[in-house]
């Protein structure tokens, strides 16, 4: 193969920030603060009771701040710190351990367990390290999150293990997914997905996904031929439909790869990184994973994760 040819098949590697930039950045705990206070007021610091701006700082106590108009008299001021609102309120670890641990948490593609983080950091105890993922993953939710636009793949997928594989005393004797918790997701070819668990694969359910993520004015839907995806066309979308049981994997521009891979993506990190997932906290790893993707592209995923949290 031509080596101009070999380059532009190659993928297109984002330069995000290394160990030793991370280091860098934030060699204390000041710097942290200081990075904190300028994502979340870029230009000035705001009262996060009630947005006023002509806050004063503390003297005494770096990173604080006060305001006289919701306090309860001018001398008795609404004191507030950098972290007041955030995940990292009323923590007893440091925030430069808690940028590491999201460091860690982005950079590894298939995820990081809680164990390895508790290995790397130094938590007193495994639940410790388990709770700052989850608070992290909590804060990787997208709040403006924009309806999918083009062409868009839908489809749903099992999560956990076999219902024949468990122990007698812990088997849900029921059909359908064997048991797997179901995760529904919509993914815009080279742009953004989103995933979330449904109780069921009935037409009401998985069409009301997709009048909640499409825009009325997309492309096309690809699904695979699953009969509760039908009522798409109802509700005015253009539907394209693969046939996965004849053989059928792409018909021009229909078909469900790429959704596919993310459910690769997914379940190798739940199998490989994870182990088990309950269905009561899977909703946050779809988070993490989800933001991952939606962010492969952007040089400073860091900064935007912290500007979530």
């Known amino acids: 193969m031509d080596k101009n040819n070999h380059a532009e098949h190659e993928p297109k590697l984002v330069k995000q920030l290394t160990l030793a ?24 610091v705001r009262c996060p009771r009630c947005g006023n701006e002509k806050v004063y700082a503390s003297k005494a106590r770096p990173f604080h701040w006060q305001c006289t108009k919701c306090g309860k008299n001018p001398r008795a001021p609404y004191r507030f710190s950098v972290t007041v609102n955030t995940i990292f309120e009323n923590t007893n670890y440091p925030l430069l351990t808690w940028f590491k ?11 990081i367990s809680a164990l390895q983080i508790h290995r790397m950091i130094g938590t007193g105890s495994y639940r410790t390290a388990w709770f700052m993922c989850h608070r992290l993953r909590a804060g990787l939710a997208d709040p403006d999150f924009k309806k999918l636009m083009g062409i868009v793949e839908v489809d749903e997928t099992g ?26 997701g919509a993914i815009s070819r080279k742009g953004n997905v989103v995933c979330k668990i ?49 053989g059928e994997y792409v018909r021009g521009q ?56």
Not at 36 to 43: C, G, H, I, N, S
């Open 21 to 44: 930039g991370f280091d860098r950045m934030f060699p204390d705990e000041d710097s942290c603060k200081a990075y904190l206070r300028d994502q979340r007021w870029p230009k000035v």
């Open 101 to 111: 641990v999201l460091y860690l948490m982005l950079t590894s593609k298939k995820g």
């Open 159 to 184: 999560i956990g293990g076999k219902d024949r594989n468990r122990h007698w005393n812990k088997k849900q004797h029921i059909t359908g997914m064997s048991g797997k918790t179901t995760v529904i």
């Open 198 to 246: 449904i109780e069921d694969t009935s037409t009401d359910s998985l069409t009301g996904f997709v009048n909640e993520v499409c825009s009325s004015k997309v492309d096309l839907v690809a699904t695979d031929e699953y009969p509760a995806y039908d009522a798409i066309g109802v509700y005015g979308r253009k539907h394209g439909v693969v046939r996965h049981t004849a």
């Open 254 to 309: 229909v078909h469900t790869q790429n959704i596919e891979n993310f459910w690769s993506l997914l379940k190798r990190g739940v199998i490989g990184t994870y182990h088990n997932v309950s269905k009561k906290y899977l909703p946050l790893y779809l988070n993490e994973f989800q933001f991952r993707h939606n962010n492969r592209r952007n040089s400073d995923i860091f900064r935007d994760a912290i500007g979530g949290c």
